[in-house]
C-alpha cells in the first residue's frame, strides 16, 4: 500500500477533523468497565488501532457494533473472558488498558505486551507498579503481561515516576472500580486525560482533577452505560497545519478544539504563519517562506511529540537552522533518513534534530516508519518537487483516516494504491 503524491501546490481549502485516536482507545477500553446498560461513543475515529481494540474486546466477552458510522455501541455485562487474544494486543499500544479494564472488572488480566509504534524502548513498569500499589499482583511472563487481584483493588496515594499518559490511563480506568479513594500524583495533563474522566463521570464514577498534576478517583461498586462524543483530535489537526505551512497554503482546520492546540500553534506563528482562530476552527495561511524555529518537545502542554515529525518536514524548507529536540521519546528519528532521500538536510545529534532548511526538496520513494513519521513524509511529499511514493501505509492508517481525501479535498495532487482501508472495511 502507498500513496503517490505530485507535490508542489499550496494546499487550499478546508477539512474537519475525527474524534481522537488516543482518546477513543482509552474511552473504548473504559467503556468496558460498564457492568450493566450499553455505552454509545459518539465521533469514533476509523483507524485500524481502534479496529483491533474493539476486537480484542469482542474476544473478552463484550458486544462491540457500530451502530452508525461512527457511533460505537459497547454493552459489556457478559465480559468474563481474562485472556486477550495474543496476536491480537501485541499490535498495539492502546491494549495496555485492557489490563486496567480486567483487573477492574474481573480481577485477572492476560494481555500480551503491547506493540505500537518503534519510537523508543516504550516499558511499561509506571503500569506495572500502579497496579501492584492498587493491591494486584502485576508481572510480565511468556511474553504476556499478567495480573491478579482476587479480592479487588483497593484506592491508594500514587506517584507516576514520569507523567506517563498511557499510565496515567491505565490507572484511572483501574482504579475506577477499586475500593476507596486513589490519588494519582504527577498524572499527565493531555485533554484526552480530561474526556477519559468526562466519560467515566458519565458512567458513574467520581473523577477530579483531571487537566492537572492530581487527579482523584473513588472507585464506584458498579459503572453503568452512558452516552459520550470523542473530543476531536488536535494530533490530525496539527498534521493538516503543517501540511498547510510546508505546502505554502491556506488551510483551514475544522472541528477543533483550538485550546488544545495553544502551543502548537505559538509555534506556527513563530514560523511565520498568520492564524485566525475562531470558536471551534483554525485557519493557516503560510508565509513566503517559513521561518526556522527551534522546539522541545513536552508533555501536554508542551510541544507535542507527536507533531515533531510533521514539524520537521515543514521546517526541512525554512529559511534557517532549526533545532528540535525530543524529549519524550528516545527514538523518534526513524524518518530522517528517508526525509534526506528527498533533499531534506537534518542531522540527528542525541535527542535533537538539526534542521538546515533547504530551497527545495524533490520528490523520491520512501517508506513510512511509524504513523506520524509516515505523516511527516507525506507533508515532504506535497512540498517537494515530482513525484513521492510514501509506502508503509499501514503504519500512517494506524493514526489517519482517508488522508488522501482529505489532501484531495485541499487540492492536493495524491492517490493510494492498494488493498481496503479501514475506513471502507469497518462497517
Ligand atoms: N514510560 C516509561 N514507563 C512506562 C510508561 C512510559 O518509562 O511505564 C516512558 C516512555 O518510554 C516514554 C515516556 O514515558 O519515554 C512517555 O510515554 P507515555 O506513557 O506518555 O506514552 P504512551 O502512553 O506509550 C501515548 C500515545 C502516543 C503518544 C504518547 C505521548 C497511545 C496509544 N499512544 O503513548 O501516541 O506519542 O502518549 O503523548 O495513546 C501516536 O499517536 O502516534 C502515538 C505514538
Keep these: 500500500m502507498h500513496f503517490t503524491i505530485t507535490g508542489g501546490t499550496p494546499l487550499k481549502g478546508s477539512i474537519s477533523v475525527n474524534g481522537a485516536k488516543n482518546s477513543a482507545l482509552a474511552i473504548i477500553s473504559a467503556a468496558a468497565l460498564a457492568a ?75 494481555v500480551a505486551m503491547p506493540g505500537g509504534c518503534d519510537i523508543g524502548a516504550r516499558p ?106 470523542i473530543i476531536p483530535d488536535r494530533l490530525e489537526a496539527g498534521t493538516y497545519l503543517m501540511a498547510g505551512l510546508a505546502s505554502g497554503g491556506e488551510v483551514a482546520v475544522k472541528g477543533v478544539i483550538p485550546e488544545h492546540l495553544a502551543t502548537v500553534c505559538a509555534k506556527l506563528e513563530e514560523a511565520g504563519a498568520a492564524l485566525e482562530i475562531s470558536a471551534d476552527a483554525i485557519q493557516l495561511k503560510a508565509p513566503a517562506r517559513v521561518r526556522a524555529v527551534d522546539v522541545q518537545t513536552q508533555p501536554h502542554p508542551g510541544f507535542p511529540t507527536d507533531l515533531h515529525p510533521p514539524l520537521v518536514a515543514a521546517l526541512a524548507r525554512a529559511d534557517g537552522i532549526s533545532l528540535v529536540q525530543e524529549t519524550v521519546f528516545e527514538n523518534r528519528f526513524h524518518y530522517v533518513n528517508e526525509l534526506a532521500r528527498m533533499g531534506a538536510n537534518v542531522r540527528v545529534d542525541r535527542d535533537t534534530a538539526i534542521v538546515r532548511g533547504q530551497e527545495r526538496l524533490s520528490g523520491a520513494p520512501v517508506e513510512a516508519p511509524d504513523i506520524r513519521g509516515g505523516a511527516a513524509l507525506v507533508i515532504a511529499g506535497l512540498a517537494a518537487e515530482g513525484r513521492t511514493v510514501v509506502g508503509g501505509l499501514q503504519y500512517v492508517e494506524r493514526g489517519y483516516e482517508d488522508l488522501e481525501g482529505k489532501l484531495s479535498q485541499l487540492g492536493a495532487d495524491v492517490s493510494r494504491d492498494g488493498e481496503a482501508t479501514a475506513s471502507e472495511v469497518s462497517l
Design 36 to 110: 450493566e446498560g450499553a455505552t454509545y461513543l459518539e465521533n469514533v475515529p476509523l483507524y485500524t488501532d481502534i479496529l483491533d481494540l474493539c476486537e480484542i474486546l469482542r474476544a473478552l466477552g463484550a458486544e462491540v457494533t457500530f451502530v452508525d458510522r461512527r457511533v460505537l455501541k459497547i454493552d459489556a455485562k457478559n465480559l468474563t473472558n481474562h485472556v486477550a487474544p495474543y496476536e491480537k494486543a501485541r499490535k498495539l499500544r492502546g491494549s495496555t488498558y485492557i489490563v486496567g479494564l480486567l483487573l477492574a472488572r474481573l480481577g485477572r488480566a492476560e
Design 124 to 229: 511499561i513498569d509506571f503500569h506495572l507498579r500502579g497496579f501492584e500499589a492498587l493491591g494486584a499482583k502485576a508481572w510480565v511472563e511468556h511474553g504476556s503481561i499478567l495480573a491478579e487481584a482476587r479480592s479487588g483493588l483497593s484506592g491508594t496515594n500514587l506517584f507516576i515516576d514520569r507523567a506517563s499518559f498511557g499510565a496515567t490511563i491505565n490507572l484511572m480506568i483501574a482504579s475506577s472500580l477499586a475500593r476507596g479513594t486513589t490519588y494519582l500524583e504527577n498524572a499527565a495533563r493531555e485533554p484526552e486525560i480530561v474526556d477519559l474522566a468526562n466519560f467515566l463521570t458519565g458512567l458513574g464514577a467520581t473523577v477530579r482533577g483531571a487537566g492537572t498534576s492530581t487527579i482523584r478517583i473513588e472507585g464506584a461498586k458498579r459503572l453503568h452505560g452512558g452516552r459520550h462524543e
